[in-house]
């Protein structure tokens, strides 16, 4: 996934499907050509920095077209990329560059021109943090930071394969699906509405991180585009409802990040009528052992307290996380009992 094959195989949408659009961005349309040949150009100028191979490289995650261009190219050439928050203060984002050993900060322009600044290294804050090995993984995510410095958390390439094959069987995925991405570009989420849906050629809607309190703003993304996928907290739910309308094309909505309120929940079943085939579906967080319920409408008009357990999603093939895999409760809605079809999730 964030990877090099991830960005050989959006490169091959670029030749294959140049026309098709690959990012809605601030009333833009941006297709997988010009995606590819803004790759390309941020590709050559990342070659004539002359870094060695595997290297780390901090990309602040702005949530646009430019970054995610950066980061394909960085992928293709085989470096590293650690993408922390944008708006991080400048020296917790000093000190996260010194453990990951980055050797440059960059970032893409509107015009597609590459600013790199050099990073001096820090061998003592360096020490103790393993160095990132680019056949493993190229993406390196971090926490909130909420109790200190963020942490780093490398995005195993091989894991979220698994996890990336999963989520487009489980929601039957195609390439003429339209996802919003609500959460910005360096939460986990991004893995599955951003990376997922570039693997497979779709379309995504990049909800800007300034306008993402806008409830009009929103729904008008979802109505216009058709959007078919919609993934986020509740507080994006409840400023998707804010307006009463609804939104025929969605075919799945997914709850994660926090519980659902049952009185939100029960607004969710008249704005989503969606096909025949629509589901609701609640998910743990990507990066932590995850799970998913889901169930087809009709969908229960009481939700009562009780939860269901969901099935385990194949996220890591590590040990670790194999270990601390577990059903568990994710939402607060449930099923209609007598509705045959309901499903728990599978593995």
């Given at each position: 996934?964030?990877?090099?094959?991830?960005?050989?195989?959006?490169?091959?949408?670029?030749?294959?499907?140049?026309?098709?659009?690959?990012?809605?961005?601030?009333?833009?349309?941006?297709?997988?050509?010009?995606l590819?040949d803004?790759t390309?150009?941020?590709?050559?100028?990342?070659?004539?920095?002359r870094?060695?191979?595997?290297?780390?490289?901090?990309?602040?995650?702005?949530?646009?077209?430019?970054?995610?261009?950066?980061?394909?190219?960085?992928?293709?050439?085989?470096?590293?990329?650690?993408?922390?928050s944008?708006?991080l203060?400048?020296?917790?984002?000093?000190?996260?560059?010194?453990?990951?050993?980055?050797?440059?900060?960059?970032?893409?322009?509107?015009?597609?021109?590459?600013?790199?600044?050099?990073?001096?290294?820090?061998?003592?804050?360096a020490?103790?943090?393993?160095?990132?090995?680019?056949?493993?993984?190229?993406?390196?995510l971090?926490?909130?930071?909420?109790?200190?410095?963020?942490?780093?958390?490398?995005?195993?390439?091989?894991?979220?394969?698994?996890f990336?094959d999963?989520?487009?069987?489980?929601?039957?995925?195609?390439?003429?699906?339209?996802?919003?991405?609500?959460a910005?570009?360096?939460?986990d989420?991004?893995?599955?509405?951003?990376w997922?849906?570039?693997?497979?050629?779709?379309?995504?809607?990049?909800?800007?991180?300034?306008?993402?309190?806008?409830?009009?703003?929103?729904?008008?993304?979802v109505?216009?585009?058709d959007?078919t996928?919609?993934?986020?907290?509740?507080?994006?739910?409840?400023?998707?409802l804010?307006?009463?309308?609804?939104?025929?094309?969605?075919?799945?909505?997914?709850?994660?990040?926090?519980?659902?309120?049952?009185?939100l929940?029960?607004?969710?079943?008249?704005?989503?009528?969606?096909?025949?085939?629509?589901?609701?579906?609640?998910?743990?967080?990507?990066?932590?052992?995850?799970?998913?319920a889901?169930?087809?409408?009709?969908?229960?008009?009481?939700?009562p307290?009780?939860?269901?357990?969901?099935?385990?999603?194949?996220?890591s093939?590590?040990?670790?996380?194999?270990?601390s895999?577990?059903?568990?409760?994710?939402?607060?809605?449930?099923?209609?009992r007598?509705?045959?079809?309901?499903?728990?999730?599978?593995?």
């Amino acid at each position: 996934m964030p990877s090099s094959l991830l960005a050989e195989t959006v490169a091959a949408h670029g030749e294959n499907r140049p026309h098709h659009t690959a990012l809605h961005f601030d009333d833009r349309a941006v297709t997988y050509g010009r995606l590819n040949d803004l790759t390309g150009s941020l590709r050559a100028h990342l070659a004539r920095l002359r870094l060695p191979a595997g290297s780390t490289v901090c990309v602040p995650a702005h949530k646009n077209p430019q970054t995610i261009a950066l980061l394909l190219a960085v992928f293709r050439e085989g470096h590293i990329a650690l993408a922390p928050s944008p708006s991080l203060g400048s020296a917790a984002l000093e000190r996260l560059a010194h453990q990951a050993r980055v050797s440059h900060l960059l970032t893409a322009a509107d015009d597609g021109a590459l600013t790199a600044l050099p990073v001096r290294a820090e061998r003592s804050e360096a020490e103790g943090f393993a160095v990132p090995d680019p056949a493993r993984t190229q993406l390196l995510l971090t926490t909130s930071g909420s109790t200190g410095t963020p942490k780093i958390v490398p995005i195993e390439t091989a894991g979220f394969d698994a996890f990336a094959d999963w989520a487009v069987d489980e929601f039957a995925l195609a390439p003429d699906e339209t996802a919003l991405s609500y959460a910005p570009l360096n939460f986990d989420l991004a893995l599955l509405d951003v990376w997922t849906f570039l693997r497979l050629g779709s379309s995504v809607v990049l909800v800007e991180q300034q306008r993402a309190t806008d409830a009009a703003h929103l729904a008008a993304l979802v109505s216009r585009h058709d959007v078919t996928f919609v993934q986020g907290v509740p507080m994006m739910y409840r400023l998707l409802l804010e307006g009463g309308g609804t939104f025929a094309a969605v075919r799945h909505a997914v709850f994660t990040g926090d519980r659902m309120p049952v009185d939100l929940l029960r607004r969710v079943p008249p704005a989503f009528p969606g096909p025949p085939s629509t589901t609701c579906s609640a998910a743990r967080r990507p990066t932590t052992p995850s799970s998913t319920a889901s169930i087809p409408p009709p969908w229960t008009a009481r939700c009562p307290s009780a939860v269901p357990s969901a099935a385990p999603t194949p996220w890591s093939s590590t040990p670790r996380a194999r270990a601390s895999t577990r059903r568990a409760p994710v939402n607060s809605w449930c099923p209609r009992r007598s509705r045959p079809g309901a499903t728990s999730g599978r593995t």
